[in-house]
């Protein structure tokens, strides 16, 4: 048994957990969020859409399996921290490479454990997401308090500009398979140039798996940039933070909407972004949707899927323009989860049909994305 260092969580109401020291040490702020997520804690940590929060993981036993070099969703640990019941100091899965707990010393992830996240996810439900700060330095909890109320709330916050790549790139690699890895594909039917507003390897990975190969490009890219790649369609990646702050992807969409005449597909924040383009407003949600248990109402075909899904913001249904329709609804709270254009080749998902972790109920929609590319293929 490691013998740990004292942690404190402190958020913004007062309310405070005294646990013990995970990962690296030292002192960690954000919004304090939870994930429905039983496993998967590489993919959570490493997903760019946890930019500028710490994550609770309401699954009490985490890093039994270890970490690998595989599992990732970027090219590094993006949450700001990390909360779990109790952290396992014995791993074994035959892809492991190493412990968890090893991998955010090496990142510099500040985490904190034996505490009662069940208490913790409770309170945030209730309440709400609030700001928090871990420490293992400063043990005193006014202090943190005070800390704690100085972090930017997440609404008019811009984190996509942390986490969007700097250079344009290319991906050519699908999604994994056993004795192979993630598999190098050289015939590909299409190209789509991808919007990178903190976008998820899986996604690229699907994209490749049906054809697609991939063109990413940061978030800031003039939108004629992109015109004059003449792609095959175009994606709108997913991403952390307001949607109604990154106002030049907003003005960007806007323009491609208005004169690209091929197809476009957006999830998550390009979800968000993509209604806003259109007039529609954006709200914050109580506690938002994160985990890989969701339930989405297909309303087309009626069917429902288990959905994976990281969002603390939604589309408003009551300010949609009369072009957009909404084609899926979450059967928790109702929410808006899919959009179409009633007469571009325009659609958006709120959730993450990639899906890593999470079930594949919903890989269908890169599948529709190809089809509508051929369908549009030389118009």
Same mark, same amino acid.
């Given at each position: 048994m490691l013998k740990r260092k004292k942690a404190i969580l402190v958020l913004e109401d007062g309310t405070y957990f005294e646990g013990l020291s995970f990962g690296a040490e030292g002192e960690t702020s954000g919004e304090v969020v939870f994930t429905t997520s039983?496993?998967?804690y590489q993919e959570v940590v490493?997903?760019?859409?946890?930019?500028?929060?710490?994550?609770?993981?309401?699954?009490?036993?985490?890093?039994?399996?270890?970490?690998?070099?595989?599992? =990732?969703?970027?090219?590094? &640990?993006?949450?700001?921290?990390?909360?779990?019941?109790?952290?396992? /100091?014995? +791993?074994?899965?035959?892809r492991a490479e190493d412990s968890f707990e090893n991998y955010l010393k090496k990142h510099g992830v500040v985490g904190?454990?034996?505490?009662?996240?069940?208490?913790?996810v409770k309170k945030l439900r209730s309440a709400g997401t609030m700001r928090g700060v871990i420490s293992?330095?400063?043990?005193?909890?006014?202090?943190?308090?005070s800390k704690a109320r100085s972090i930017p709330p997440m609404e008019g916050?811009?984190?996509?500009?942390? =986490?969007?790549?700097?250079? &344009?790139?290319?991906?050519?690699?699908?999604?994994?398979?056993?004795? /192979?890895? +993630?598999?190098k594909r050289e015939d590909f039917k299409y190209s789509v140039v991808v919007l990178d507003f903190g976008i998820r390897y899986n996604i690229l990975r699907n994209l490749v798996d049906v054809g697609i190969k991939p063109i990413v490009v940061p978030a800031k890219t003039p939108p004629e940039d992109i015109l004059k790649m003449n792609p095959d369609g175009i994606f709108l990646s997913c991403g952390p933070g307001d949607p109604a702050a990154v106002t030049y992807a907003i003005e960007t969409i806007k323009y491609l909407i208005a004169t690209y005449r091929k197809p476009i597909f957006g999830i998550c924040l390009g979800h968000q972004l993509t209604a806003l383009a259109m007039g529609a407003s954006t709200y914050k949600l109580k506690f938002g949707h994160r985990g890989a248990n969701q339930p989405v109402k297909n309303k087309r075909t009626g069917k429902v899927e288990i959905t994976a899904q990281n969002h603390g913001f939604a589309v408003d249904e009551s300010t949609l323009p009369d072009d957009l329709e909404v084609t899926h609804y979450s059967l928790n709270d109702g929410t808006v989860e899919g959009l179409k254009h009633k007469s571009k080749?325009?659609?958006?998902?709120?959730?993450?049909?990639?899906?890593?972790?999470?079930?594949?109920?919903?890989?269908?929609?890169?599948?529709?994305?190809?089809?509508l590319i051929s369908d549009y293929k030389g118009r």
């Open positions: 039983m496993t998967g490493t997903d760019p859409s946890f930019k500028g929060q710490i994550v609770t993981m309401t699954y009490p036993l985490i890093g039994n399996v270890g970490v690998n070099r595989e599992d =990732v969703e970027s090219d590094g &640990p993006k949450a700001e921290g990390f909360i779990v019941k109790e952290i396992s /100091e014995i +791993y074994s899965n035959w904190i454990c034996e505490i009662d996240t069940r208490e913790l293992t330095v400063d043990l005193d909890v006014d202090s943190l308090i916050l811009n984190l996509v500009d942390e =986490v969007s790549c700097k250079e &344009p790139y290319e991906w050519e690699y699908g999604t994994w398979r056993l004795g /192979e890895g +993630y598999p080749p325009l659609f958006t998902v709120q959730y993450h049909p990639e899906s890593s972790p999470g079930p594949h109920d919903s890989r269908y929609l890169f599948r529709e994305f190809e089809r």
